[in-house]
């Protein structure tokens, strides 16, 4: 979810993260911006296609390869399948910035890949500094075709303090997919990706 893809330790190649369902979009802004967050990347158009073999043998094995395009940057990440956790996704994550999209869409279907689901979203981060440490608690406000999620990710502590700051409590926590939301979502019996109209976009176009 970071906005970037610094080096990281082997703690830190794990993302453990939680999505919050958004009820009054416009008031957790401010609290957000209130409790200290910076944000580092404002509200742009995401777009994500995430690759498999036919058959789905990475899906059957719970890992993802995903290419995603935001603010300007190209990325390729690979998630490992879910580790056991009561109240957070927990999961390894590689990935590394890519610099040509077109020759890295080719490279995957020269492999045999090809894209099986695709999803939008307006995503803002930010990040908030946690006081006394040399880390920070990263969020993300998404504001997607089947509703608008907040998303921390960070370390559990972390996660649990920022999330009652915000008036969430610990029952609110969600660690299924976006895939996994949509498949369960009234939009999913009109269409196959989680996409916006193309009318939306262009409304959205420097908003």
């Not at 893809?5 to 999505?19: D, F, N, T």
């Amino acid at each position: 979810m970071r906005p970037d893809s610094p080096k990281r330790s082997k703690r830190q190649h794990l993302e453990i993260e939680v999505k919050l369902k958004i009820r009054n979009l416009h008031r957790l802004r401010g609290d957000l911006l209130e409790m200290g967050c910076e944000e580092k990347v404002p509200r742009s158009l995401e777009r994500n296609w995430t690759w498999d073999f036919p058959g789905h043998p990475l899906r059957q094995k719970g890992e993802l390869l995903r290419v995603r395009q935001f603010a300007g940057h190209c990325l390729l990440t690979f998630k490992g399948a879910a580790q056991q956790s009561k109240h957070f996704k927990i999961r390894e994550e590689r990935q590394t910035e890519v610099q040509d999209p077109a020759i890295l869409r080719l490279i995957l279907e020269r492999l045999g890949l090809e894209v099986v689901f695709c999803y939008e979203k307006f995503r803002t981060s930010y990040s908030l500094k946690v006081r006394r440490q040399r880390y920070s608690v990263y969020l993300a406000v998404d504001e997607t075709p089947i509703g608008n999620y907040l998303e921390i990710e960070g370390r559990e502590a972390d996660i649990h303090r920022v999330a009652a700051q915000l008036g969430f409590e610990q029952d609110a926590f969600i660690k299924v997919s976006y895939l996994a939301l949509f498949a369960k979502s009234r939009l999913r019996r009109s269409q196959r990706d989680m996409i916006f109209p193309r009318a939306v976009k262009t409304r959205s176009r420097g908003v």
